[in-house]
Every structure is written in C-alpha cells, then in structure tokens.
C-alpha cells in the first residue's frame, strides 16, 4: 500500500511538472504569436536546474543584444561571490597630525568601497540626500576633530577610472541607465536638471536649477518644447568631461520638468 501511495505521488508530481513546463512552452509560443510581436526577434530557453533538462524554448540558438537582462548576471554574480547579506563600507582616513585644540594639520581621505546608498534616491526621503554627510561629519567630531587645514579628498578608485566600457552607445551614455560605476557613487551617480518648457512647439528651455550643483560646469541647452507627453530629450557627455549637450525636446507648459 506504502509502495501505491509513492507511486501514486511520483505519477502525479511528474503530471504537474510536465503541465507547468507546457504552461511555460505556451506562455511563450502565445508571446511569439501575438500580432504585436509579428517583427520581433525572440529567443527563450528555460531549463530544470535540477537535470538540465528544457522547460521551455523558442529559438534559443538566435543571438540578439542581451541589454538589461545582464543585470541578472551580475547580481547572481555578487549574491554568489559576497553573499545576500554583504555590506560595502565607506572607509575615512586622515594624513598629518591632530593637535591639542582638535585641528588636523593634514588631509582627509574618503575611500569609497561601492556604497551605492549614499545620497541615493531609492534610500533617502526627497530633501535627506545629504545625511550621510552629516553623519560622517558629526562621527568625526565626537572624535575630536574641529577643523582641516588641508583637504578632503574623495577616491573613487576602488574599481578603476574607465567610467564606461569601449563601444559604449552614445546616446546611452548620458542617461541615468548608462552612469558609469564608481568606487565613491553618490546621488546615485545622476544630476537632476529642472527645466521649465514654453507655452508652443520649438520653444527654448529653461533649466531652472540642477542638482548636485558641480562647480566648473557647462550645459548646452538645445532641449525645444513640444505638444508630446514625457521625457523625449538626450543629453551628452564623456566620463569625466565638464561639458554635456542637451537635445530632443520636452512636453509643452511644464513649469518643473525633471530630467535624470
């Protein structure tokens, strides 16, 4: 009876697994199908990790971009090599010497270790970006420092100055998805520029302020109004270069128009 019971589940385990799979083969059969998709290029394959054998497949031999889906693999990566429950650490240093009326008579160092939290949109309530400077600041007072005759100095090299990989596409590069990764990201490595848009179609901009403010900067304004909803505009630059360039345009009287 003992050995009919497990039968019996194993039977209707294998019925299950084999429906979820078809469940995953039509899913995907009635995307490729679909007449919106009569032009794409779709390529699927699913597999049991258990034995390696396919779930679900649509062309899986096609090579096409992988674009954002490579984020996958890069915090599988992370999750795998440092664990879920890995914290970055920001490390602060100081060269020189602190006297008897707490004055450093030297340099700070700031080295960051890919802290991606610090000053982030995602981690800090509108208006609170700037905390973590406040609490470093207030940390290094409690220990007794009151003042730097030298500098502060942010390094950012943890992970090497390349900025963006070769063969980067232009028009990615500016845009708050293509920021380039930083051992030292702060505000998420973005600049929120806040333009203000004229009343009719080819209408110069305004950029009414941007934020964080960076000294020594220059923006090429060509960003023109236009009677089409959401953000249509580029802006372009170069790691590390002090100039970009906007163009494109931006929906009709908006009087705050935020672009990242």
């Known amino acids: 009876m003992k050995i009919l019971s497990y039968l019996l589940f194993f ?7 084999i429906l979820a799979q078809n469940n995953v083969q039509d ?11 009569s032009n794409a290029s779709i390529s699927f394959y699913a597999i049991n990790l258990e034995n390696g054998s396919s779930i679900a497949e649509l062309n ?45 008579h030297g340099n700070i160092w700031i080295r960051g270790g890919g ?15 700037n905390q973590f400077l406040k609490a470093w600041a207030d940390t290094l007072i409690k220990m ?12 950012a090299s943890e992970f090497g100055y390349a900025g963006v990989p070769d063969g980067w596409n232009w028009s990615d590069m500016g845009n708050y998805y293509g920021a380039g990764p930083s051992g030292l990201s702060i505000y998420d490595n973005m600049i929120r520029y806040n333009f203000k848009t004229g009343s009719f179609s080819g209408a110069k901009t ?55």
């Open 144 to 155: 007794g420092l009151k003042g730097v005759s030298g500098s502060i100095i942010a390094d």
């Open 60 to 104: 899986p031999n096609l090579s096409l971009p992988p674009a954002s889906i490579t984020k996958l693999f890069s915090t599988a990566t992370a999750i795998e090599l440092l664990g879920p429950n890995y914290q970055p650490e920001t490390r602060i240093y100081y060269d020189g010497k602190l006297d008897e009326k707490g004055i450093l």
């Open 27 to 37: 899913a995907i059969n009635a995307f490729k199908n679909n007449p919106s998709f």
């Open 206 to 260: 305004e950029v009414l302020n941007m934020f964080p403010e960076v000294p020594n900067y220059t923006f090429h304004n060509y960003i023109t109004s236009a009677k089409k909803e959401g953000d249509n505009s580029y802006i372009y630059g170069a790691p590390y270069s002090l100039d970009r360039f906007g163009t494109g345009y931006l929906p009709v009287n908006s009087p705050s128009f935020v672009v990242r």
């Open 11 to 17: 039977v209707i385990f294998q019925q299950h697994f």
């Open 115 to 129: 802290d991606a939290s610090l000053g982030s949109f995602y981690y800090n309530e509108n208006g609170q970006e």
